[in-house]
């Protein structure tokens, strides 16, 4: 079993800045990958980076430039900041690790965290 606690989601005005966090605790060896996605009311969920642990990193088109994603491998968990924020960034933004215990892969996703950016 593992356990994801996400933070740091909120208000933030279009042109400002928030991070957010995802702590994994339980059984984990290691966590090969860490992402973000989101989804925007009456949308798809869509994902906005990845990271490995190995530190490769790949971003939605739409936040290039604005968010940066990076881990802590030694704590289990992910960041996102996100700057430059805009309206449309407003979403439920979930975090999802893979994680190797033993001989198995398994995925876990958060319960998702509110951001609303307002103009």
Known sequence: ??????????????????R???AASG?????????WS?????KERELVAGITDGGLRNYADA???RFTISRD??????????NSLKVEDTAVYYCKVDVLWRES??????QGIQVTVSS
Do not use: D, F, W
């Open 63 to 65: 936040v290039k430039g």
């Open 38 to 42: 989101r989804q925007a009311p009456g």
């Open 27 to 35: 059984n984990i060896h290691s966590i090969p990958n860490m992402s």
């Open 73 to 82: 491998n030694a704590k289990n968990t992910v960041y996102l900041e996100m």
């Open 105 to 110: 892969r398994v995925g876990y996703r958060g």
């Open 20 to 22: 957010l966090s995802c």
């Open 1 to 18: 079993q593992v356990h994801l606690v996400e933070s740091g989601g909120g208000l933030a005005q279009a042109g400002g800045s928030l």
